[in-house]
């Protein structure tokens, strides 16, 4: 979790509501990457940033955003919440050979 | 289309017992392979990889992994198991043709290690 923080660390929010949450890394890696973990799927990759304002879309993508105006932020946008995204939310980031470095996670709830 | 599979969603083992935790790959050409663990609330941690050189690869906490290229596998391994070793254990692949590419996860597998 080293230089990787994610917040807000726990959300509850309601269907229909826009809700973004934030990765912040001091370890000036060019990747970041959102994931979404859920029982039974392992990790699934949301969106990635290979620089700044360079971002591509994952197998899950449907329904977020995100944005990477600065090298050391990743914003993820739930455009309109929806119960399906209930999940943790994990960020990591990585140099651009080999392991990727894992943030502390988000608990977002959608009632 | 490449993925990972994690054949046992459990594996049990008793302390001071060697433990085997399986993972089969399907990418195409030569990945890198990855293997991280998951307490409970907490992110992920970086195990060990393999990229190249020895099929034979060392990581942290006295794990090590296997990659066999013709069995297109890389399971983890213990010679001795804790009962703090008891958590959840990912496998991932990465095509290293591409850099900064994601990696794609097994679905996990609960390594549980009885006292």
């Known amino acids: 979790d080293a230089g990787i923080t994610q917040s807000p660390r726990h959300k509850v929010t309601e269907t229909g509501t826009p809700v973004t949450l934030r990765c912040h890394q001091t370890e000036n890696h060019r990747y970041m990457y959102w994931y979404r973990q859920d029982p039974g799927h392992g990790l699934r990759l949301i969106h990635y940033s290979y620089g700044v304002k360079d971002t591509d879309k994952g197998e899950v993508s449907d329904g977020y955003s995100v944005s990477r105006s600065k090298t050391e932020d990743f914003l993820l946008t739930l455009e309109s919440a929806t119960s399906s995204q209930t999940s943790v939310y994990f960020c990591a980031t990585a140099i651009a050979e080999y392991e990727q470095y894992f943030g502390p996670g988000t608990r977002l709830t959608v009632t | ?115």
């Not at chain 2, 254990?89 to 390594?111: M, P």
């Open chain 2, 1 to 115: 289309a490449q993925s990972v599979a994690q054949p046992e969603d459990q594996v049990n083992v008793a302390e001071g017992n060697p433990l085997t935790v399986k993972c089969t790959y399907s990418v195409s050409g030569n990945p890198y392979l990855f293997w991280y663990v998951q307490y409970p609330n907490r992110g992920l941690q970086f195990l060990l990889k393999y990229i190249t050189g020895d099929n034979l690869v060392k990581g942290s906490y006295g794990f090590e992994a296997e990659f066999n290229k013709s069995q297109t596998s890389f399971h983890l391994k213990k010679p001795s198991a804790l009962v703090s070793d008891s958590a959840l254990y990912f496998c991932a692949v990465r095509d290293r043709r591409q850099a900064g590419t994601a990696l794609i996860f097994g679905k996990g597998t609960t390594l549980s290690v009885s006292s």
